[in-house]
């Protein structure tokens, strides 16, 4: 009885906490501009991916087997400019589409600043810098994801020639490349509520955030992918605009939860301070 008590009260405390710190108004603003980063992250992952292994066909792949089909036309459409002649000038804007990721991850570091109730920086290029950092992190752990995840023997060969990995480790890599891509993003979160926050943390004091986030991404992603598949009432509504309205609500459901996470582990602290 004692431990049903102990997690009706801590919901109300989360609850509260969504009310004070206007987690819901954060959400929405970082995935506004996570959105407006869209297209200047896509450049710079253009430019980079082009430098991998990886080719259309895997790419193919990883879409039809990952990604709703509501919007496999537009992600591969993005494919194609990847690969076309294009693609080679934007190269040269690189530094300046960086500049402009980094704004969604400003809105990142502030929200969970305020989340974990520590102070940030106040000034605007030191932010901005460290935002540049944290965007370049994030692209390094989406290729690396992609990267292993849509390889086969093709991977394996290619890291036998390149860094000669012995066979047992390729075997693992590629037996088990899914729980691997999983676990990027458990580390990745992980990090996330580690460093961003402008305080001193331990890794323990992280983890039930961390993997309260991870399962409810994994659950929320899923059901929604399979909701598009097996709805069509949105792309009749929406019409043209519907892969932007389904991606726009996935996006801020992501963040939502991300920062619900930090919540739990700034309430557990608070609690184990209160009993010391």
């Known amino acids: 009885m ?3 008590t102990g997690i009706f009260h801590f919901s109300k405390q989360l609850i509260n906490k969504n009310k004070e710190d206007k987690i819901g108004t954060y959400a929405a603003h970082t995935s506004f ?3 407006i980063s869209l297209f200047p992250f896509m450049i710079i992952l ?7 292994p990886l080719t259309e066909e ?3 792949e990883l879409i039809n087997t990952v990604t709703p089909n509501l919007i496999n036309d537009t992600l591969k459409s993005w494919i194609e400019e990847i690969y076309s002649d294009k693609t080679g000038v934007l190269s040269v804007s690189i530094l300046v589409a960086l500049w402009a990721v980094s704004k969604s991850f400003m809105g990142i570091i502030k929200s969970l600043n305020e989340i974990y ?3 940030y920086s106040d000034n605007y290029f ?3 810098i460290i935002g540049m950092g944290y965007a370049l992190i994030f692209l390094f752990t ?3 994801t992609m990267v292993i995840y849509v390889f086969g023997k093709s991977f394996s060969n290619w890291l036998n020639e390149t860094f000669h990995v012995t066979p047992d480790v390729l075997n693992i890599i590629v037996n088990f490349r899914l729980i691997i891509a999983l676990g990027i993003f458990f580390v990745l979160v992980l990090v996330t509520y580690m460093f961003i926050p402008n305080r001193k943390s331990r890794i323990r004091y992280e983890l039930p955030g961390t993997i309260f986030t991870t399962i409810l991404w994994i659950a929320f992603s899923a059901f929604y992918s399979m909701y598009l598949n097996n709805s069509k009432s949105g792309s009749s509504i929406y019409g043209s605009v519907s892969t932007i309205v389904f991606f726009m609500i996935w996006l801020y459901f992501s963040i939502y939860i991300l920062y619900m996470g930090a919540a739990i582990n700034t309430l557990l602290s608070h609690n184990r301070q209160n009993k010391i």
């Not at 253009?46 to 991998?52: L, S």
């Open 46 to 52: 253009m430019t980079c991916i082009k430098y991998t």
């Open 117 to 119: 109730d520590t102070k």
């Open 126 to 128: 030191l932010v901005r």
């Open 58 to 60: 895997m790419l193919y």
């Open 142 to 144: 989406i290729l690396v």
């Open 2 to 4: 004692k431990y049903f």
């Open 33 to 35: 501009f996570t959105f």
